[in-house]
């Protein structure tokens, strides 16, 4: 039986792809990651078909790569490295398996998205800390495994939260779950009916299996479901914004509220991407940009169960008499902005032209972690390459997030280009380079390294390059899982 055939007697000749229209489109994404188009587009449906594919890929050494989320993709982890690649396409997998009110979790498969989600979660009263405006068809499990930062810093008790266990096939073809749902049968009914419920993300024992998971970039293994902390969905709201001509003179305030943990979205913009991220609609991003201040704090507080009102009450005039000590403004909205656009900015999912590609069409992400008092260097070098290779400033958009209750910072930078104007791409492609080296010889910390990214950064460390390399020798010896990312 040839390849193509064992595929179809696995998943079926519905989910079996190989037109030239579809593998071109999985052949690049939106990063400047080369193109490779794969061999084969497959489409599982359980977990038990995931299991076979990954034992059929190591008898015949055939590289998978896994992908959740629908396109546009930007970091270029899901475009294949080698040649003859199956690009796993665990979209169909998308059921909420179970909803668990009392213990505020969630299951679900690796394709169900954000847009999907939060209805089915707000209908039981909860929600989940999200990224910034994702794409409607993000994949939480994508999402919570490659670590994108989430709003509420007080609720991020660990970089990958809100995830917590995980149903994983390892690179070996080996089914394990982590976490303590790895301390009962490998079953989530037969543990449910136990009355376990899957919340500690450790174990067994002391092991923490799960952070082999998060960052790798489908490298170690495929994961079929995963157990995902809620939160109660609030029902008293407010918006508060706190202006400032430089970033400098947030840090020390940034640094008092992460403290005290008040609020509950918390993260920093420029005008420019301020403008992108409330504008309802293209056109309004250039007027509303010169309306916004140079930086800002935005801050979200809510209310949730008993006196909703009364706590977003206490909380505002903690924040005034905040501000009032490091002589901000503190105001209750921004020129040109609504209510309604604030809301579906921190709250809602991106329309279907993603918010980042709508000034030009595309949009190059630099991002890495670091401490909120080495953010306003880090900003200034970028901001000093991009004027020097004549990229407008104004257009570079600038992200502060607050991670790990306060710890680190998710520092991004975002830079619009036109993807038809080969200058405007070669120009944006040379920042890019340019600005990442400047910025990991300054200390910034890459915990994402994507692309280009991976040389430079596991270099530096052949300590720890070392221990991953025995890690996946021992979770996928055949390297059949996304051979060519991170350090393998």
């Known amino acids: 039986m040839d390849k193509k055939n064992k595929l179809i007697a696995i998943v079926g000749a519905a989910n079996v792809l190989d037109d030239p229209k579809t593998l071109e489109a999985w052949s690049q994404d939106e990063s400047f990651v080369p193109a490779r188009r794969p061999w084969f587009v497959v489409r599982p449906q359980n977990l038990e078909q995931v299991q076979a594919l990954v034992q059929w890929a190591n008898e015949t050494h055939t590289p998978l790569v896994p992908v959740s989320s629908g396109a546009p993709h930007f970091h270029g982890d899901t475009v294949p490295s080698v040649p003859e690649a199956v690009i796993v396409d665990l979209s169909g997998m998308n059921k909420i398996i179970k909803i668990d009110r009392r213990n505020r979790m969630v299951y679900v498969e690796p394709g169900v998205t954000y847009a999907e989600l939060a209805p089915a979660l707000a209908a039981e009263g909860l929600r989940i800390s999200t990224p910034l405006k994702p794409r409607p068809n993000k994949s939480v499990m994508a999402s919570l495994l490659e670590r994108n930062p989430t709003q509420i810093p007080r609720l991020n008790f660990s970089l990958p939260e809100p995830l917590r266990a995980l149903g994983v096939v390892w690179g070996t073809g080996d089914v394990a779950f982590t976490g303590d749902a790895g301390s009962g049968p490998l079953s989530l009914e037969a543990q449910w009916q136990k009355n376990l419920a899957q919340i500690d993300p450790k174990g067994p024992n002391a092991t923490d299996l799960m952070r082999l998971m998060t960052g790798a970039q489908g490298t170690m293994g495929i994961a079929a479901w995963a157990s995902v902390r809620c939160e109660l969905l609030p029902s008293a709201r407010s918006y508060h914004f706190l202006p400032a001509e430089k970033l400098e003179s947030l840090v020390d305030f940034c640094h008092q509220l992460e403290r005290v943990r008040l609020g509950d979205e918390v993260f920093v913009l420029n005008a420019a991407q301020a403008a992108r991220l409330f504008a309802a609609s293209p056109d309004e991003i250039g007027s509303l940009q010169e309306a916004l ?124 280009y036109n993807p038809k104007c080969e200058k405007e791409v070669a120009k944006v492609k040379a920042i890019f380079e340019k600005a990442s080296a400047a910025l990991l010889a300054d200390g910034a910390y890459f915990s994402r390294p994507y692309g280009s990214w991976a040389a430079p950064v596991y270099n530096r460390d052949a300590t720890a390059k070392h221990v991953l390399q025995v890690v996946k020798n021992i979770l996928d010896p055949n390297n059949v899982m996304n051979p060519g990312k991170l350090c393998f």
Request: hydrophobic letters at 45%; aromatic letters at 10%.
């Open 293 to 416: 201040p140079q930086w800002m704090v935005v801050v979200g507080i809510s209310g949730a169960a008993f006196y909703p009102e009364e706590r977003v009450a206490v909380q505002e005039k903690d924040l005034q008499i905040m501000a009032q000590k490091f002589s901000l403004s503190l105001l209750p909205s921004l020129p040109g902005v609504t209510h309604a656009q604030v809301s579906q900015a921190l709250y809602g999912c991106s329309q279907e032209n993603y918010w980042k590609l709508a000034p030009k069409g595309g949009n190059q992400e630099l991002f890495f972690l670091t401490t909120l008092d080495k953010a306003p260097g880090f900003v200034a070098t970028v901001q000093a390459i991009a004027a020097e290779l004549k990229f407008p400033i104004n257009d570079l958009g600038v992200y502060i997030q607050p991670q790990h209750q306060g710890v680190s910072q998710h520092v991004e930078f975002n830079l619009p």
